[in-house]
C-alpha cells in the first residue's frame, strides 16, 4: 500500500519544513528520559519539565494506529481536544487518515517509522509546538503533542534551515520540495524567488538561502550571510525517552541474556505448558514446591529447583539456586552487574516495568540451566515464587517456525522496555540469533539491518527491524513466497 493517502499528502506537504524545525526547538528543552502522561491533568512529565499535552493516539503491535477521539474511555476529556480538531480538519479536507478510527499501516514496510510520521504531521497541522512518542508497554507507543506557549517557537536558523527543508522534503514519498519551500516561507512571513537554480529566499540578518531544484526533488541548499557562506548543522535529536529499567543492565550483559532469552521462554512456558496440557493439566491451578520436587495438582510432581521469588512490596529480587541461577550470578559479575549478583537485588523503581526485568532474569536462568519448564506461584504481596523444572521426562522443546515467531515477538516485547534505544538493535539481532541457533536455523544476513533472515529445510523465517531497532514483524513460510 501507499504510505498516506493525496489528500494527506497535499495537505501535510506545505507545513513539512516548518514542523522538522519546530520539532528541533521541542527537542533542544526536553530532557531525556521516561515520559508519563496523566489524561485527566493533560499533563506529559519529562524530568523536571512538565508541559499541557493532548492524547494524540496510540500505536499497537498490531501495526494500526487510533486516535485518541476513538478511545471511549476518553471521551469528552480535555485531553483529546487536539485530536478532535484534526478529525475536523480531515472532514472539510476530505482525508481519510485524519476521520478513520483505526489507520491500518500493516502494508507499510516500517510501520513503527509511518506512525510517527503521522504524528508529526498531525503536530504540523495543528501548528503545535511539540509531539512527542514513548513506550507504554511491550513495542506499543503513545503518541502525545503539545501546545504549552511555555516552549519555544522556532524562528529561521541560517545554520539549520537547510536541513529543516531537507528533512520536510524528504519526509514522505512523492513530496514536491518546492511547495516544501514555499510553505515554509509562509510560516515565516518570508518572500520566495524564483531564480534559474531554483528558489530563493532571505532571512531575518541579511542572510539568503538558494535552494537548488533538480524537478520535485530537493537539492543542494546553499546559505549565504554577511560574512560569506553558513555551515550547515543539523536540528537538534529527539532525547531518547528511555525509562528507568532501560538503564538496569549494562549493555553487553543485557546482549548476553539476550541470545538465551527466546528459548527461555519457549522452554519455560510454551514447550512446558503443552507437555502439561497433553497430561490433563490444562486449568492451569497453582502449582506447590516443596524438598526439590514441584507439583501440579495430581497430575504431574516434578524435580525442580527454586530460581527466586520478587517481592512486590519491596521492589526486591531474592535468588534461589540450582544450575541456571549460578551460571547467570557468574555472568552478571563478568559484566560489572554486581548490582545483579547480589543475593537479594533492588529493582528500580518503575511501577508496571519492573516486572520485565524479573522476566529476563527467569528466562535465561531457565535458558542456561537447560531447564525443561518454568513453575510459579504468586505470593502475599503480590509477587512470584519461580522454579526451574529439570525433570527428564519433560521433553526438550522442538517448537515449529510459526510459532518460533510468536515466541520472537513475546520476547521483543520484553526486551523493548529494557534496552535503550542506542542499544535496540544489538540486543534484539542478538536475541533473534541467539533463537535461530537453539533450533538449527541458519541465518541469511543479505536484508540487515531491515531484515534478519533464517532458514530450515525449505522454510524460512523473516524478522522484520524498524529504522529504530524495534522488532516490528516475524514470520515464515516457503523459501520464495514471502516476497
Known amino acids: 500500500m501507499d504510505l498516506f493517502s493525496d489528500a494527506l499528502l497535499d495537505l501535510a506537504r506545505p507545513h513539512l519544513g516548518w514542523a522538522a524545525e519546530q520539532l528541533g526547538a521541542f527537542h533542544s528543552v526536553v530532557p531525556a528520559g521516561a515520559v508519563g502522561y496523566d489524561a485527566d491533568a493533560r499533563t506529559a512529565r519529562m524530568g ?29 476529556m480535555p485531553a483529546i481536544s487536539g485530536p478532535l480538531e484534526l478529525r475536523r480538519i480531515g472532514e472539510r479536507h476530505g482525508v481519510p487518515e485524519l476521520t478513520t478510527e483505526m489507520v491500518d ?50 524562528r529561521p536558523d541560517p545554520a539549520t534551515v537547510g536541513e529543516a527543508l531537507r528533512t520536510g522534503a524528504q519526509m514522505l514519498p512523492g513530496t514536491n520540495a518546492a511547495e516544501v519551500v514555499s510553505g515554509y516561507a509562509a510560516h515565516h512571513g518570508l518572500t520566495v524567488r524564483d531564480v534559474p537554480e531554483g528558489l530563493e529566499l532571505d532571512l531575518p540578518g541579511d542572510h539568503r538561502v538558494l535552494v537548488h531544484l533538480d524537478g520535485e526533488r530537493l537539492g543542494e541548499v546553499v546559505v549565504t550571510g554577511p560574512d560569506g557562506p553558513v555551515a550547515a548543522a543539523p536540528l537538534p535529536p529527539a532525547p531518547a525517552a528511555d525509562g528507568a529499567v532501560a538503564a538496569f543492565f549494562p549493555p553487553s550483559l543485557l546482549t548476553e541474556l539476550a541470545r538465551g532469552a527466546a528459548e527461555g521462554l519457549d522452554r519455560g512456558a510454551v514447550a512446558f505448558g503443552d507437555h502439561l496440557e497433553k497430561l490433563g493439566w490444562p486449568d492451569r491451578t497453582p502449582s506447590s514446591w516443596e524438598a526439590g520436587v514441584v507439583h501440579f495438582g495430581d497430575v504431574f510432581s516434578a524435580e525442580a ?14 535468588w534461589g539456586d540450582g544450575d541456571g541461577v549460578a551460571r547467570l550470578r557468574a555472568i552478571a559479575r563478568e559484566h560489572g552487574a554486581d548490582h545483579l549478583a547480589a543475593d537479594q537485588v533492588v529493582l528500580p523503581d518503575a511501577p508496571g516495568f519492573e516486572g ?128
Open 105 to 154: 499501516l500493516r502494508g507499510v514496510a516500517d510501520s513503527r517509522l509511518a506512525a510517527q510520521r503521522l504524528g508529526l504531521i498531525a503536530m504540523a497541522l495543528l501548528g503545535a509546538r511539540g509531539a512527542i512518542d514513548f513506550c507504554h508497554g511491550g513495542r506499543s507507543l503513545t503518541f502525545l503533542v503539545t501546545d504549552d506557549p511555555a516552549l519555544p517557537a522556532s
Open 305 to 318: 529447583y527454586e530460581i527466586g521469588v520478587y517481592h512486590h512490596d519491596t521492589r526486591t529480587w531474592h
Open 356 to 483: 520485565y526485568i524479573v522476566v529476563l532474569l527467569v528466562r535465561a536462568a531457565t535458558q542456561l540451566g537447560r531447564a525443561r519448564g518454568l513453575a510459579s506461584v504468586p505470593t502475599e504481596d503480590d509477587g512470584k515464587r519461580y522454579w526451574a523444572v529439570t525433570d527428564s521426562r519433560v521433553p526438550e522443546p522442538a517448537s515449529s517456525l510459526p510459532l518460533i515467531c510468536e515466541v520472537i515477538l513475546s520476547m521483543a516485547d520484553c526486551l523493548q522496555q529494557l534496552t535503550p534505544q542506542r542499544d535496540r538493535y544489538a540486543t534484539m539481532r542478538a536475541m533473534v540469533l541467539g533463537y535461530f541457533d537453539a533450533y538449527g536455523i541458519t541465518p541469511l544476513y543479505v536484508g540487515e539491518p531491515e531484515l534478519l533472515i533464517g532458514t530450515r529445510g525449505p522454510r524460512e523465517v523473516r524478522v522484520e527491524f524498524s529504522h529504530d531497532g524495534t522488532i516490528n514483524r516475524a514470520y515464515s513460510g516457503l523459501q520464495g513466497t514471502l516476497g
Open 48 to 76: 523536571d519539565l512538565e508541559l499541557r499535552a493532548d492524547l494524540l493516539g496510540t500505536y499497537a503491535e498490531d501495526a494500526t494506529f487510533q486516535w485518541g477521539w476513538a478511545k471511549s474511555g476518553l471521551a469528552g
